[in-house]
């Protein structure tokens, strides 16, 4: 329903594990399984989940990673298969998504509060688990990626929690508009500008810094 309200279906979280990609076998965080019970929220995630690719994944501005559960029926249907809570290694699965998300939306849930900071940029350690060749090509053009957050107030989180998001300004880029970015479909120098106003992740700010530099006057 278009306005119900979100609400936390699980909370994810995974040990290291072996997963071949391509021909190498790496340590991964990938796949991850709901916790039950109240779980605590930390600055930097959820005590005791791996992260296997610290450059791209994780650290305190993408330190939780949220997915929507109406995304991952649209995969199960495209993919023919039952996927459930944690398939795409978000720590937080969430039924009734809300519209557009945008950079710099906090998200109120439990005793927590997050923002949102990035897209979820897909790797080849997804392609793997999915198991599907082209796979990330696939998930850049449906354009359902997540979105990481930064936590701004630790705590404890329940399955069933209702969630409460305080709208960004909008001025600020949506994560669609970041992700179309990322993957060069759409780029102007007054998104740019609109994205340096928002509380980017920090590897996507500089990112974005050095493209701005692109438009500068020689």
């Known amino acids: 329903m278009e306005n119900a309200?979100?609400?936390?279906?699980?909370?994810?979280?995974?040990?290291?594990?072996?997963?071949?990609?391509?021909?190498?076998?790496?340590?991964?965080?990938?796949?991850?399984?709901p916790i039950t019970g109240p779980v605590?929220?930390?600055?930097?995630?959820?005590?005791?989940?791996?992260?296997?690719?610290?450059?791209?994944?994780?650290?305190?501005?993408?330190a939780i990673y949220l997915y929507s559960m109406e995304d991952v029926a649209w995969w199960e249907r495209l993919l023919q298969r039952r996927l459930g809570p944690g398939f795409f290694a978000e720590n937080l699965s969430i039924?009734?998504?809300?519209?557009?998300?945008?950079?710099?939306?906090?998200?109120?849930?439990?005793?927590?509060?997050?923002?949102?900071?990035?897209?979820?940029?897909?790797?080849?350690?997804?392609?793997?688990?999915v198991g599907m060749p082209g796979f990330l090509r696939t998930f850049i053009k449906a354009e359902r990626s997540g979105a990481y957050a930064r936590v701004l107030r630790p705590g404890i989180v329940r399955s069933g929690d209702p969630i409460v998001v305080t709208p960004a300004p909008v001025a600020w880029p949506t994560v669609a508009e970041v992700f179309r970015y990322w993957y060069g479909l759409g780029t102007d120098e007054s998104l740019l500008l609109r994205m340096l106003e928002a509380p980017l992740a920090e590897r996507v700010r500089e990112r974005v810094v050095r493209r701005l530099a692109d438009f500068s006057p020689v």
């Open 5 to 33: 309200t979100p609400v936390l279906v699980s909370i994810n979280a995974a040990a290291s594990s072996r997963l071949k990609v391509g021909r190498r076998l790496v340590t991964t965080g990938h796949f991850k399984r």
């Open 40 to 62: 605590l929220i930390a600055a930097v995630g959820v005590p005791g989940d791996f992260i296997g690719n610290v450059r791209h994944h994780g650290g305190p501005d993408q």
């Open 95 to 129: 039924t009734n998504w809300w519209t557009k998300p945008r950079i710099g939306d906090r998200v109120a849930v439990g005793d927590v509060l997050l923002e949102i900071t990035a897209p979820r940029t897909p790797c080849a350690t997804l392609e793997a688990r």
